[in-house]
């Protein structure tokens, strides 16, 4: 008996990514540990080495997705989300009893074993939640990752206001907030974020709600720069405090908005789409959330028709009777990971990303030194003016990517190409450090490097299909913690270490601190460059395909 399935078109699925902004927030938790680890050094007395071991850990926790990605192809959102809630609860709760010294010590690597279990927590909730939302939005695939990739990027801005105003700027609060507040947040979302049959077609509403969303997402990242640098600036009160964080909580909640209208206006709402349950196409099961089959493989036909038509000429050859042996996918179609592993555009894609993304946390990493070192008095400006630039370049790159993909059929990997472009002139401000130019290079990198992640989402979704898109998307995500050791901890780390041994002491100070380090990184966007030429060449055919009459359409039929 088929089961009934949500249609794309109705409430739940937009609850579903209101519910997910909230989600994503509490994805972001890793972005935290600037903020308690100087307790984590004070209190059990860690040397400067050992806390950028720690940050590692928390890299690596963070962007290793792989069971996330299994998962969400062999069981429902809310058992991966339960699975986020388990591991946040362990690993921030024994963080908390360390450094509350209830346990009396702990050992450095259970300390990185646990913070790395702490921070896999995101891997496991933000998998759950954006696969979930590009399978109930395949048309809208980079306006939802800009948008959900955005509201992570906005989730260290929260989190700093959640720190200062609500805990007071205790570390110790912070720790129990993660390993408490978390948890209770997403156990309450899971009933909303659940998997819906994808639209048929094209839907003049959706774009609406899109704007809408998009609106309130830059509303919100305008309003938490500008309360970070007034309370810099200016002393609040308690009361004053909490109204903000209070309007704070409202645009969290604004994308609600959007099923609130669809209640309010159900005639409305059902002009616009359908509010019913519909019976899925064949046997829903929770070892396929995928309800419907991607449309690749529909919309492809006439690019690989002649592939096809050798397997056809070859059965007749054999005669009557052969057994056609399974085709293997092609691009644009659904890939298992083993199929586009063995994939060129697979490889260029990662490498394209690796480099980009690599190259950018060396600078976020090391944001606090760098601005220290070229003369920046108060390098807490420097940090929201990255967090914001960085959402804008998130939530921008999803909606520019999908525009002129749908007028001019240009591949989304364009993009990552001019992203690595500008990548290499904010390099090149930081090197020569110019008067006045740090916070231009910062708010162009934070851009180009916002870019850079929310881009490699859709695009491997269109690539390699959206049936093990969390498998293909989890691997990919790889990139951020190789680039963390390649290039923050070996290269960034010793250069600065050398540099500051000169100057006879801990802290390094003047433009030679990172010099080496921005020109290195300037040649890795360099080739990151060369590589997403490549790419886009590569792929155009497909896209031109995919993108066929200006919409990325889905099979009027499941029944292929």
């Not at 071991?53 to 792989?66: C, K, P, Y």
């Not at 948008?147 to 912070?174: D, F, H, R, W």
């Not at 009361?239 to 645009?251: F, G, K, W």
């Not at 059902?270 to 089959?293: I, K, V, Y």
């Amino acid at each position: 008996m088929p089961k009934p399935v949500l249609k794309a078109g109705s409430r739940p699925p937009w609850v579903g990514l209101g519910a997910a902004v909230w989600a994503q927030i509490a994805a972001g938790n890793a972005y935290n540990f600037p903020l308690y680890s100087p307790m984590l050094k004070s209190v059990l007395g860690l040397s400067q080495q050992e806390l950028t071991i720690l940050g590692v850990a928390s890299d690596i926790g963070e962007s290793v997705g792989f069971l996330p990605g299994i998962a969400c192809n062999k069981f429902p959102p809310w058992a991966v989300l339960l699975v986020g809630c388990g591991l946040c609860f362990l690993g921030y709760g024994v963080l908390w009893l360390a450094v509350s010294q209830t346990i009396a010590s702990m050992p450095f690597v259970v300390l990185c074993i646990t913070l790395c279990i702490a921070t896999n927590s995101n891997a496991w909730i933000g998998t759950a939640v954006l696969v979930t939302n590009m399978r109930n939005f395949p048309l809208s695939r980079g306006t939802v990752a800009g948008i959900l990739k955005g509201y992570i990027g906005l989730s260290a801005a929260v989190y700093t206001v959640v720190y200062s105003v609500v805990l007071k700027e205790s570390a110790l609060n912070l720790l129990l907030f993660l390993a408490l507040g978390i948890p209770v947040l997403c156990l309450a979302l899971m009933y909303f974020i659940r998997p819906c049959t994808p639209a048929s077609g094209e839907d003049s509403s959706e774009h609406v709600h899109f704007l809408f969303t998009i609106t309130v997402s830059v509303l919100l990242a305008i309003y938490l720069l500008t309360v970070t640098v007034v309370n810099e600036i200016v002393t609040l009160s308690d009361a004053v405090s909490y109204i903000l964080v209070a309007i704070m909580v409202i645009l969290l909640l604004s994308p609600l908005a959007i099923p609130l209208k669809m209640t309010l206006f159900p005639a409305r709402a059902r002009a616009e789409s359908s509010d019913h349950l519909a019976l899925g196409e064949g046997n829903a099961t929770q070892a396929d959330p995928l309800l419907t089959p991607s449309s690749s493989a529909t919309y492809l036909g006439s690019f690989h028709e002649a592939e096809d038509s050798s397997d056809v000429e070859t059965l007749l050859a054999i005669g009557e009777g052969a057994v056609k042996k399974k085709r293997r996918p092609k691009r644009g179609e659904d890939f298992k990971f083993h199929e586009a592993f063995i994939k060129a555009d697979f490889w260029l894609l990662w490498f394209v990303y690796f480099l980009g993304v690599g190259s950018g946390v060396t600078v976020l990493n090391n944001l606090s030194q760098i601005g220290i070192a070229l003369g920046a008095s108060d390098t807490t400006i420097l940090l929201s003016l990255f967090s914001f630039c960085n959402f804008v370049g998130r939530l921008g790159s999803g909606a520019v990517s999908e525009h002129f993909l749908r007028t001019k059929t240009i591949p989304r990997t364009f993009w990552m190409a001019c992203a690595h472009i500008l990548m290499i002139v904010s390099f090149v401000l930081y090197a020569l450090a110019l008067s006045g130019t740090l916070y231009v290079a910062t708010a162009l990198f934070g851009i180009c490097y916002g870019t850079q992640y929310s881009i490699m989402v859709p695009t491997s979704s269109e690539l390699f299909g959206l049936k093990h898109f969390g498998v293909n998307y989890s691997f990919m995500g790889l990139g951020n913690p190789i680039g963390a050791i390649l290039f923050s901890v070996l290269l960034a780390g010793n250069v600065y270490d050398a540099e500051a041994a000169k100057q006879g002491g801990s802290t390094c100070i003047g433009s030679s601190c990172f010099r080496l380090t921005f020109i290195v990184l300037a040649g890795a966007c360099g080739l990151g460059t060369i590589l997403s030429i490549i790419l886009t060449i590569r792929v155009r055919p497909v896209y031109q395909m995919l993108y066929a009459g200006g919409s990325f359409r889905l099979p009027q039929s499941a029944n292929h």
